[in-house]
């Protein structure tokens, strides 16, 4: 199986990989459990943080008690070159479930 992966000029490759398996064994546990789930991107924080903590909220059935610190978006865009950043989709691309990289494409975390 990882003979065949396209891992060349993926930095952190490891780090990649526990990402993608979490969030690939997140997918069957709920597809599997039948429990209901509740997906939350890092940008929902970013562009709407209010409506974003509220549907959490909502579904954990639980109140807004108190406002907490300021949610300050980071950029982590320079931290990989194009060409690394090419590797990396390609390899996530070919290791994450069809409803993982689904997510990954709307959260545009490897565009």
């Given at each position: 199986?990882?003979?065949?992966?396209?891992?060349?000029?993926?930095?952190?490759?490891?780090?990649?990989?526990?990402?993608?398996?979490?969030?690939?064994?997140?997918?069957?546990?709920?597809?599997?459990?039948?429990v209901p789930?509740?997906?939350?991107?890092?940008?929902?924080?970013?562009?709407?943080?209010?409506?974003?903590?509220?549907?959490?909220?909502?579904?954990?059935?639980?109140?807004?008690?108190?406002?907490?610190?300021?949610?300050?978006?980071?950029?982590?865009?320079?931290?990989?070159?194009?060409?690394?950043?090419?590797?990396?989709?390609?390899?996530?691309?070919?290791?994450?479930?069809?409803?993982?990289?689904?997510?990954?494409?709307?959260?545009?975390?490897?565009k």
């Amino acid at each position: 199986f990882f003979k065949h992966l396209p891992t060349e000029g993926v930095p952190c490759l490891s780090e990649f990989f526990r990402y993608v398996q979490w969030h690939n064994n997140a997918f069957e546990a709920v597809n599997r459990l039948q429990v209901p789930a509740h997906i939350v991107h890092y940008e929902g924080y970013r562009d709407d943080f209010n409506a974003t903590l509220g549907g959490l909220l909502d579904f954990l059935k639980l109140p807004h008690k108190k406002d907490g610190k300021a949610f300050h978006a980071g950029n982590y865009t320079h931290y990989y070159t194009n060409k690394q950043r090419n590797a990396i989709r390609k390899y996530v691309k070919k290791i994450a479930s069809s409803e993982n990289w689904d997510e990954l494409k709307r959260s545009n975390y490897f565009k």
